[in-house]
């Protein structure tokens, strides 16, 4: 695997911890296979969620990247998935795909993969990753079992980051007692080559999926 480049600029400025918070960030992987369409469109989806909740200036503490378990490394997203960002309000300016190392899976206190094969790879990677990775879809179901109210809450300094460790931890005790209904109820299927209504068919189903998630990471529920 080769070492990503550098200024790619996966934490953006309104995400990204600040030097005296760096230490303690927490950081969200969102892995898919290419890196250019499903994990950049969750990645960006997912900011944007958070700044919507939180502010731009409120979200130290929390940092948003991506990376493919066979990612096109430096390319750009696909132009589809950038234009259902777009439908959506988030900006997919700047982004550049990379290949998932062990660094990321390292340093990720939240690893969330589009589907089941994706789980397993990034597990197998070891760094004790099993019981912080799950597909998007896992998580989803996982964290609405989980009553707010256990949850630290989201105060600053770094209490987002201590509610997102939190979760993690309650998520994971619970996945063994909420199985998924089928098989393909955790997987977000791939839509590289498929036109357009395809790719917002599956910016539909990542949003959906984070809804309850970023809830839950900021106490804060949508449309407030």
């Avoid at 503490?61 to 998935?81: D, I, R, Y």
């Avoid at 998580?139 to 989201?154: E, G, K, M, Q, Y």
Wanted: glycine residues 10%; hydrophobic residues 40%.
């Amino acid at each position: 695997m080769t070492a990503a480049p550098e200024g790619r600029g996966i934490p953006g400025p309104e995400i990204e911890a600040s030097a005296s918070q760096a230490v303690s960030a927490f950081h969200i992987l969102l892995v898919s296979t290419g890196n250019v369409c499903r994990s950049p469109i969750s990645e960006r989806l997912t900011r944007h969620a958070l700044s919507a909740r939180l502010g731009d200036g409120a979200l130290g503490g929390l940092v948003v990247e991506s990376a493919g378990t066979w990612g096109h490394e430096g390319a750009p997203m696909e132009e589809h998935a950038s234009q259902v960002l777009l439908e959506h309000g988030a900006d997919p300016e700047g982004f550049r795909g990379r290949e998932l190392l062990d660094e990321h899976v390292i340093r990720a206190g939240l690893v969330l993969t589009a589907t089941r094969d994706h789980r397993a790879q990034v597990i197998s990677m070891g760094h004790s990753a099993g019981l912080r990775t799950f597909t998007l879809k896992e998580f989803t179901r996982l964290v609405r079992a989980i009553d707010p109210a256990t949850l630290p809450a989201p105060r600053d300094p770094g209490g987002v980051a201590e509610r997102a460790r939190a979760l993690v931890r309650a998520a994971a005790a619970l996945r063994g007692w909420l199985l998924a209904p089928s098989a393909d109820a955790d997987e977000i299927h791939d839509p590289y080559g498929a036109p357009i209504p395809y790719f917002r068919t599956v910016g539909e189903e990542i949003q959906h999926a984070l809804e309850p998630v970023v809830t839950a990471l900021t106490g804060v529920p949508a449309g407030r």
